[in-house]
């Protein structure tokens, strides 16, 4: 599951239920910038001064347990030529096996466990106005709608300026392309590292909760209208209980270099896998896309 934080309401509607990294919470907001809820208190596990206290009796027990255990090692671990034998030596490291992310690596294979990187919080406000000319526009970049698709509010939260079309697949499930900007101020540096830290957040976020591993299908250099950028396409799948016919779903991530040193463009989209018919129709908004 993923990091602490804001995420889609499973429940529906436009509202954010925040996961405390075990389970959701109670807590809603229509604002996922909103500082994270206190925890419950937890009740005091003493009685009142007018009762017995336990937590002395359960003190005493282990004292006295331990007391038993120091004898018996001194006086009857060594009869008989027996004893306990030196504890082997922990070659195991301590260090983490999760990567984060790291600027100066290249990226690397697919993980088999969601990521568990904290993906930023954009408080960039840049809002493209939207033509009527049937194209999406956001971050610098333009694509072809898909004809029947709805406009629609996707949240990234990494990802501002971000405008999207949807269709829906069934109850709970949906595909979408969308054009936004990612910032500098929030740490994207260039179009390689971008688009994997996009897709690492993508594969992480609350649109996953059953999320079992990703396989990167293409990770390579690109060029639109002229500008340098990277494309990455992953499937990333899930198992359900409550959608056993969903694998999960092919992710097109695109991050174009504008030339700007504060932003770059980025392009979303994801096809449920296996939906020959969407996934065409997505492969032709790609090819339009164009920086404009």
């Not at 208190?41 to 038993?68: D, E």
């Not at 018996?72 to 922990?90: I, Q």
């Not at 290249?106 to 568990?116: E, M």
């Not at 504008?258 to 090819?287: H, K, N, W, Y």
Request: proline share 7%; net charge negative; hydrophobic share 35%.
């Amino acid at each position: 599951m993923s990091m602490p934080g804001w995420y889609p309401d499973p429940a529906g509607g436009q509202r954010y239920r925040y996961w405390d990294g075990n389970a959701w919470s109670d807590h809603t907001t229509q604002d996922p910038r909103e500082p994270p809820p206190l925890p419950a208190a937890r009740p005091s596990k003493n009685r009142s001064a007018g009762g017995f206290n336990w937590v002395w009796l359960g003190v005493m027990i282990t004292i006295l347990v331990l007391v038993a255990l120091v004898a018996w090692l001194v006086f009857g671990g060594t009869r008989g030529g027996g004893g306990f034998s030196g504890v082997p030596e922990d070659t195991n490291s301590a260090s983490p096996t999760v990567q984060g992310w790291d600027e100066t690596s290249k990226p690397t294979p697919p993980p088999t466990a969601a990521s568990l990187i904290a993906c930023p919080y954009t408080t960039n406000q840049d809002v493209t106005s939207q033509g009527t000319d049937g194209r999406l526009r956001g971050g610098g970049l333009v694509v072809d709608k898909i004809g029947g698709w709805r406009d629609a509010d996707m949240y990234l939260q990494w990802v501002s300026d971000f405008h999207t079309q949807m269709d829906t697949v069934r109850t709970g499930w949906m595909s979408n392309i969308g054009v936004g900007q990612v910032n500098a101020s929030d740490g994207f540096v260039d179009p390689q590292t971008a688009a994997r830290q996009s897709m690492e957040c993508f594969a992480s976020s609350g649109y996953y909760l059953n999320f079992t591993h990703r396989v990167d299908l293409v990770n390579e250099a690109a060029t639109i209208s002229g500008h340098p950028a990277w494309r990455m396409r992953s499937e990333v799948h899930i198992d359900s209980p409550d959608m056993p016919e969903i694998d999960g779903d092919v992710v097109d991530i695109i991050v174009v270099d504008l030339g700007d040193p504060q932003r770059m463009g980025i392009f979303v989209a994801s096809v449920t896998i296996g939906d020959d018919r969407r996934r065409e129709l997505v492969d032709a908004s790609i090819a339009s896309l164009a920086v404009g």
